[in-house]
């Protein structure tokens, strides 16, 4: 199994900064692409940024220039450095690893139990 933990969420003021870890752990050969991605109140789910095992990454434009993705691959942790935060920037925050496991060799899609971050005007 694959469990991925998230943390860092919370409540700040517009302006503020916040910086979200995500944790991969279990029976894992490797981990290519890693994400997070948003849900507010009412909305679906949204790509928020995405960063490959060789460092490639893709931002949404609404984030673009205040968040920042990162991962530590020997960790196998990923980061979202998120600064200038809106207050549409709240929602429930998840983090997405595209997992291959030593048991099925086969690419797996494995989500985070997510964490809420709330931007006050």
């Known amino acids: 199994q694959v469990q991925l933990v998230e943390s860092g969420g919370g409540l700040v003021q517009a302006g503020g900064s916040l910086r979200l870890s995500c944790a991969a752990s279990g029976s894992i050969n490797r981990i290519n692409t890693m994400g997070w991605y948003r849900q507010a109140p009412g909305k679906q789910r949204e790509l928020v940024a995405t960063?490959?095992?060789?460092?490639?990454?893709n931002y949404v434009d609404s984030v673009k220039g205040r968040f920042t993705i990162s991962r530590d691959n020997a960790k196998n942790t990923v980061y979202l450095q998120m600064n200038s935060l809106k207050p549409e920037d709240t929602a429930v925050y998840y983090c997405?690893?595209?997992?291959?496991?030593?048991?099925?060799?086969?690419?797996?899609?494995?989500w985070g139990q997510g964490t809420q971050v709330t931007v006050s005007s």
């Open positions: 997405n690893a595209d997992v291959v496991r030593f048991v099925t060799w086969v690419p797996s899609i494995y």
């Open positions: 960063i490959t095992s060789g460092g490639s990454i």
